[in-house]
């Protein structure tokens, strides 16, 4: 009853949350929780199926179905033009009192561990972890299955193609 549902928004079976804001034009697809006072800002889409293919017989693309949920923490803001893809046979995960700029793409099972800000136009490919307390600089990119620590800067522009296990470690480049 506390939540605030903008003008034209779209909502499939999910579970909203006490203070949650969804602005203007918000899609959210079932099997989505969204955290208590989390602010979802205008034409962001949470929960949508990832690109997920296969090399089938023949050598065919075989779209892969996702199985997934998506669950969105507390405290939470996630930017406008956002897109959060559901899990495909893990969840996709954004722990607690994180911030997302406008225009970030989140894949497939993408886990974002608490307090962990991405600036706007952050790419992360399926399968990308990410650490608790990280600041991940604008326009990033991140190659699938990549695992970063806790407490990790990444550089604008960078694009992360390895994993990081030093916490308190710089990334910037590619």
């Known amino acids: 009853a506390s939540a605030y549902i903008g003008p034209f928004c779209y909502i499939e ?3 909203i949350k006490a203070n949650v804001a969804l602005y203007s034009n918000v899609s959210v697809y079932e099997n989505t929780t969204i955290g208590k006072g989390t602010i ?3 034409n962001t889409t949470i929960g949508v199926d990832g690109v997920i293919w296969g090399w089938g017989p023949k050598n065919q693309q075989v779209y ?3 199985f997934g ?18 899990g495909s046979l893990d969840n ?9 700029g406008h225009g970030c793409k989140i894949g497939h099972d993408c886990k974002i561990g608490e307090q962990t800000f991405l600036s706007t136009g952050i790419a992360l490919a399926g399968g990308v972890k ?3 307390r990280c600041f991940i600089g604008s326009g990033a990119c991140f190659k699938s299955a990549i695992r970063i620590v806790n407490d990790i800067v990444v ?4 694009v992360v193609v390895r994993d990081c296990n030093i916490s308190e470690t710089v990334l910037f480049g590619n």
């Not at 996709?92 to 997302?100: A, R």
């Open 13 to 15: 079976k999910c579970d």
């Open 40 to 42: 979802v800002h205008s």
């Open 64 to 66: 892969m179905p996702n």
């Open 69 to 86: 949920s998506t669950l969105i923490g507390n405290n939470c803001i996630i930017g406008a033009n956002t897109t959060i893809a559901k």
């Open 92 to 100: 996709t995960i954004i722990n607690s009192e994180v911030n997302i």
């Open 130 to 132: 990410i650490g608790k």
């Open 155 to 158: 550089g604008i522009g960078s």
